[in-house]
């Protein structure tokens, strides 16, 4: 089992930055870990992705460039650094974990097992 704990969310302006954390308790290293996000009324959308040894990382189109997602296994944390944060980037985000046999991959998201409680952020334009 993998427990996930998010913090970072918060209110800011547009243009602003925030950074995401996730803690993980149980097996960290053998997760690829997600970042997810979900608005009232609309379908949860993966955001990024990162497979264990975090020699991949996916992002969606809306996000690059503006998104960075990292890890720290000797911390069991994965980290979301969002910068110039839009209104439409306004949700609960949520982290999530995948268990990967093979260290360099990137799980479909049906594969995500294991979700944090998820972490409000919201931009105001």
């Known amino acids: 089992q993998v427990q996930l704990v998010e913090s970072g969310g918060g209110l800011v302006q547009a243009g602003e930055s925030l950074r995401l954390s996730c803690t993980a308790s149980?097996?960290?290293?053998?997760?690829?870990m997600g970042w997810f996000r979900q608005t009232p009324g609309k379908d949860r959308e993966r955001v990024s992705t990162?497979?264990?040894?975090?020699?991949?990382?996916w992002y969606r189109e809306s996000v690059k460039g503006r998104f960075t997602i990292s890890r720290d296994n000797a911390k069991t944390t994965v980290y979301l650094q969002m910068s110039s944060l839009k209104p439409d980037d306004t949700a609960t985000y949520y982290c999530?974990?995948?268990?990967?046999?093979?260290?360099?991959?990137?799980?479909?998201?049906?594969?995500?097992?294991?979700w944090g409680q998820g972490t409000q952020v919201t931009v105001s334009s």
């Open positions: 990162i497979s264990r040894d975090s020699s991949r990382t």
């Open positions: 999530a974990a995948a268990t990967a046999w093979n260290p360099e991959y990137l799980p479909p998201e049906s594969d995500y097992q294991f």
């Open positions: 149980g097996l960290f290293e053998t997760k690829a």
